[in-house]
């Protein structure tokens, strides 16, 4: 009975302090959660104070950044009336567009009422004289009201004129972009075979107003973005390497030639219906003409292109001998294609014989090619002229080996070694140039005696009516106080003293003559 109460006891007491170790567990665990929570409830109040503070610092700054916005907004104002648009370099070309559209303008009024008596003017149709009319009058009203607004100083707008026609303006960047496509789309379809100034149309003063226009548009794109600080278009285009800008107006020129030709090609039937004499110069021309001069601009614009693309996957600057001379020998064709060419074609009852785009396309084309041939040219010959000079730089460098190894073999041949030789030359050039500086120290030194000599010419000038016997005292009280100086005053008294001594000497022979001839 005792063991079984015993074990019952010990039974119970281990069950107690599971019992009480579970508890404590679970203490702990609760005590952890609090600990916890606690935490986590410091860190959400400091969050929130931290945004109370950073929305109490935002709503301090307002403020600040308000006052900050005001002064850069009074700053531009301020800046803004120093502009002055009158001095703007894009006001010419407004002024050039007013003119050039109003001479258009004027051309497209009267370009219907055409008499011919000889002058062989072909009238427009009523179409294109009211296209003309439009596009003349809608530019000129726009650029007249820009001018306007570039000497407007007493309207309360004048500053936001300034903003819109500033160098960096957006607003006339647009206008501008506008202008250029309004005029090259009318100077395609005013100059164009079957326009109002076309080929052989002859009204001069629409087509070339016209012309003047649209070039006038794209210079003020590029007077924009030399103002804005940008690169212009002639600097862009000469910033590429080797023969590129050549390369470029050649290939620019030679397919706007193309399209041209190929506009008279297809559509001079429909433009000279009731032009007898423009009909029959175009029917005379044959198929084979048209096809070659088709064939020479599009060949002209093909490889014009690849050499422009290939500069831009270059990884060097220097152009291989196989793309070199391919360059030339294509050069060779296009220059023996374009001399006949531009003779046939020009000529009389030729296909660009009239005054229009084809004939100043093709003459254009014509000479852009013949600037890219000279210019390989001249490059050929620089190439040529490196080359030998390369040679003579190699020559005059296997003459120096040659002449330095004939030097050592003298050397050695002498029983002289060659590395002293050259230490010989050396130390003579070092004795030479001691014997220069001594040389140079002993001029200065003469000089210093003669600035002496002339100091102390006076003290050893004797005066005439001294006796002989007075000079000679005098000649050894001199000679005692010599005696008395150091080496470095006798010397430089030296001089004196034998000037003295032969004063006296005369003055004895004068005395004695004088005494004889008593």
């Not at 679970?26 to 503070?53: L, W």
């Not at 004939?406 to 001691?434: D, F, H, T, V």
Request: negative net charge; contains cysteine; proline residues 2%.
């Amino acid at each position: 009975m005792t063991d079984k109460t015993k074990e019952e006891k010990e039974i119970t007491t281990s069950d107690i302090s599971r019992d009480n170790e579970a508890e404590d567990k679970d203490e702990d665990v609760e005590g952890q959660q609090d600990q916890q929570k606690e935490e986590e409830d410091q860190q959400e109040e400091q969050e929130e104070g931290q945004s109370e503070q950073a929305q109490d610092q935002d709503q301090q700054d307002q403020p600040e950044q308000d006052q900050q916005e005001d002064q850069d907004q009074e700053e531009e104002n301020k800046d803004e009336p120093d502009v002055l648009l009158a001095r703007s370099t894009r006001l010419k070309g407004y002024i050039t567009f007013c003119f050039g559209s109003a001479l258009a303008y004027y051309q497209a009024l009267n370009s219907d009422n055409i008499i011919n008596d000889g002058s062989y003017v072909v009238p427009s149709s009523r179409r294109q004289k009211r296209y003309a009319l439009s596009v003349t009058l809608c530019t000129g009203c726009i650029c007249a009201v820009v001018i306007l607004l570039h000497f407007d100083r007493f309207t309360c707008l004048q500053n936001v004129w300034k903003r819109a026609f500033r160098p960096d303006s957006h607003v006339e960047l647009f206008l501008l972009i506008f202008l250029a496509i309004w005029w090259i789309a009318a100077t395609w379809v005013h100059t164009s075979v079957r326009g109002t100034a076309g080929d052989g149309k002859n009204q001069y003063n629409l087509y070339f107003a016209t012309w003047v226009c649209c070039i006038n548009s794209i210079w003020m794109i590029d007077r924009w973005l030399v103002a804005a600080g940008h690169s212009s278009f002639g600097s862009f285009m000469t910033s590429w390497p080797h023969r590129s800008p050549a390369w470029m107006a050649a290939g620019f020129f030679s397919f706007v030639d193309l399209l041209a030709i190929l506009d008279l090609y297809l559509n001079w039937e429909e433009a000279t219906l009731d032009e007898k004499l423009l009909r029959d110069t175009f029917s005379n021309i044959t198929d084979s003409h048209w096809q070659w001069l088709l064939f020479v601009t599009a060949f002209t614009t093909v490889p014009a292109s690849c050499f422009v693309v290939i500069e831009l996957f270059r990884s060097d600057l220097f152009k291989g001998e196989v793309e070199f001379w391919l360059e030339g020998v294509i050069l060779c064709c296009l220059v023996c294609a374009w001399l006949p060419t531009v003779v046939i074609a020009t000529a009389p009852n030729g296909a660009a014989s009239f005054v229009g785009n084809a004939y100043f396309l093709t003459w254009a084309t014509a000479i852009f090619v013949m600037d890219v041939a000279v210019w390989w040219m001249h490059d050929w010959r620089m190439s040529i002229h490196g080359v030998v000079e390369e040679q003579w730089k190699e020559y005059e460098m296997q003459k120096k080996q040659v002449l330095e190894q004939n030097l050592k073999r003298a050397a050695i041949e002498q029983g002289g070694n060659y590395q002293q030789q050259q230490q010989q030359q050396q130390q003579q050039q070092q004795q030479q140039q001691q014997r220069q500086e001594q040389e140079s120290v002993a001029s200065e030194e003469a000089q210093d005696e003669t600035s002496y000599k002339s100091q102390q010419g006076d003290e050893s000038v004797v005066p005439a009516h001294a006796s002989v016997d007075e000079i000679q005292s005098d000649d050894e009280s001199r000679s005692n106080e010599r005696s008395i100086l150091p080496a470095d005053s006798k010397d430089e008294g030296s001089v004196c003293f034998k000037s003295v001594s032969l004063y006296s000497a005369k003055i004895e022979d004068e005395s004695s003559i004088g005494q004889d001839s008593a």
